[in-house]
T-cell receptor
């Protein structure tokens, strides 16, 4: 069955440290999409990145980078030189082509960045 | 401004008293969905709609109803709320009905059922 696992419940780092948030997924589909969303303390959910199952290139956007590895079914998210504003809950999610449109979310990782 | 609007933001009610949480989007999105967020469980899908008059169950539909009479609106109805429906609810929409579309979320509704 499809599943997204974010094994890290909470991570605490000091500002300027690098931090990696892990995401492992399970799916039977060959075509699927993976996403990361951010939920800051204010509560809204914000889309960060999308990656399709045929594109294993890593992506970098400023201090954010994503490492997609199909061989290990992982889609990890790294924040370089973390800042206090990065403090949030981060969700990894999987969209499957099931004939409907289902998004499966992981349980989320709460990141605390201390000044 | 493109947005998904949910109302109310906070709601406290009693067991059994019917309530509706409204959701409206102004982006002409075809797909809309409801999620509940509970600690340690992430977001779980309640219902979704691929288009007007087309709705389907998500992973946790029990105790909820939805309707999609207009493209922009997708209300969530709790006919007889119970305390286990106390949660943070999010409405979301996306441009297409294919799996590559990211979700745009409302600001959430925190529901407490006593």
């Amino acid at each position: 069955a499809q599943k997204v696992t974010q094994a890290q419940t909470e991570i605490s780092v000091v500002e300027k440290e690098d931090v990696t948030l892990d995401c492992v997924y399970e799916t039977r589909d060959t075509t699927y999409y993976l996403f990361w969303y951010k939920q800051p303390p204010s509560g809204e959910l914000v889309f960060l990145i999308r990656r399709n199952s045929f594109d294993e290139q890593n992506e970098i956007s400023g201090r954010y980078s994503w490492n997609f590895q199909k061989s290990t079914s992982s889609f990890n998210f790294t924040i370089t030189a973390s800042q206090v504003v990065d403090s949030a809950v981060y969700f990894c999610a999987l969209n499957e082509n099931t004939g409907g449109f289902k998004t499966i979310f992981g349980a989320g990782t709460r990141l605390f960045v201390k000044a | 401004e493109a947005q998904v609007t949910q109302n109310p933001r906070y709601l406290i009610t009693v067991t059994g008293k019917k309530l509706t949480v409204t959701c409206s989007q102004n982006m002409n999105h075809e797909y809309m969905s409801w999620y509940r967020q509970d600690p340690g469980l992430g977001l779980r899908q309640i219902y979704y709609s691929m288009n007007v008059e087309v709705t389907d169950k998500g992973d946790v539909p029990e105790g909820y109803k939805v309707s999609r009479k207009e493209k922009r609106n997708f209300p969530l109805i709790l006919e007889s709320p119970s305390p286990n429906q106390t949660s943070l609810y999010f409405c979301a929409s996306s441009l297409g009905t294919t799996t590559n579309s990211p979700l745009h979320f409302g600001n959430g509704t925190r529901l407490t059922v006593t």
